[in-house]
């Protein structure tokens, strides 16, 4: 069966320091990757997806992912946290099936 | 374009009760997904309906149920209702049939509690 697993739980960081998220998944077939973000009091966010073609993805708000296929990891990566970025980030995958499978989250708090 | 409206955001019930939860898809969207996210936890996938009917199912029992409509609304029914199902359920809506991978769009969630 799929698995996500999302290795820090809660990350605390100042404001302007860089972010890397892990998520590493496990399938051996063709895998279509997302991170989402869930703001205090709202709903999942798309920031980016992974489907084919350049393994480092662009989302929104800076964010950035790579997809490493022989690690089985997609991490998500910003150069420069802001204080607004405080949310809890999801990582899914998705094979040939329609459901989503997430990780358990992280939680991120940015200290200003 | 609208996005995925749920309804209601918060409800408390009983234990054996039963409830229904409902979902307006995205405009132009013809799948719905349903998922539970339990607290601390990340998302669970409940079911997908594409044509109204059923089109993958996750580790739920059978007292979990859903419809979707001809205009692609979809509803939740849970019946026989347990304290382990307090949680926040989500919708998610998509274009696209089985086996076509296309980004989900989430709703705010139905904030379930059982007492």
């Known amino acids: 069966a799929q698995s996500v697993s999302q290795h820090n739980h809660h990350v605390i960081l100042s404001e302007a320091a860089s972010l890397e998220l892990g998520c590493n998944y496990s399938y051996g077939g063709t895998v279509n990757l997302f991170w989402y973000v869930q703001y205090p009091g709202q709903h999942l966010q798309l920031l980016l997806k992974?489907?084919?073609?350049?393994?480092l993805v662009k989302g929104i708000k800076g964010f950035e992912a790579e997809f490493i296929k022989s690690k089985f990891s997609f991490n998500l990566r910003k150069p420069s946290v802001q204080w607004s970025d405080t949310a809890e980030y999801f990582c899914?995958?998705?094979?040939?099936?329609?459901?989503?499978?997430f990780g358990q989250g992280t939680r991120l708090t940015i200290n200003p | 374009e609208t996005g995925v409206t749920q309804s209601p955001t918060h409800l408390i019930k009983t234990r054996g009760q039963q409830v229904t939860l409902r979902c307006s898809s995205q405009s132009g969207h013809n799948t719905v997904s349903w998922y539970q996210q339990a607290l601390g936890q990340g998302p669970q996938f409940i079911f997908q309906?594409?044509?109204?009917?059923?089109?993958g199912r996750g580790n739920f029992p059978p007292r979990f149920s859903g419809l979707q409509f001809p205009n692609y609304s979809s509803e939740l029914n849970v019946n026989a209702l347990e304290l382990d199902d307090s949680a926040l359920y989500l919708c998610?809506?998509?274009?696209?049939?089985?086996?076509?991978?296309?980004?989900?769009?989430f709703g705010s969630g139905t904030r379930l509690t059982v007492v």
């Open positions: 998610a809506s998509s274009l696209g049939g089985p086996g076509q991978s296309q980004g989900n769009t």
């Open positions: 309906y594409y044509r109204e009917e059923e089109n």
């Open positions: 899914a995958v998705k094979s040939g099936a329609q459901k989503l499978v």
């Open positions: 992974y489907f084919s073609g350049d393994p």
